[in-house]
């Protein structure tokens, strides 16, 4: 069984990656860590290089933390919300974990489209954390 975190390098994205690593450690599950982009014009090869980059420092960290994990970043065209759908039912995964960000009050009744379609539609449980 594996967890399957969103991660984007944002405050949230790195509370997301804390939860599901101490979850991992707590299930000793498997950790695989998705970063994804549409890609296409959106996505510049300064962008790419530096995502990648980060992605090695947090293999690094992980590493370190003796979590058995792997990282992948999907440039696929897809919306993040259905690389981690799409991975999470790959993997067979038992939970998902992403980063939700401060809303307004008018805000707070519409989660952006991403998490509510991961809360929606994904095949397992998931956990929303705040940074």
Known sequence: MAIVVGYVPTKEGQAALRMASEECLMRKSKLVVISSNRGGKDLHTEDAVRFEEMLKGIQTQLDGEGIEHEVRQLVRGNDPSEDLIEVAQSEDAE????????RSPVGKLILGSNAQRILL???CPV???KA
Do not use: F, H, M
């Open 95 to 102: 939970l998902i974990v992403i980063g939700l960000r401060r």
């Open 121 to 123: 539609d994904a095949p």
């Open 127 to 129: 956990l929303a954390v």
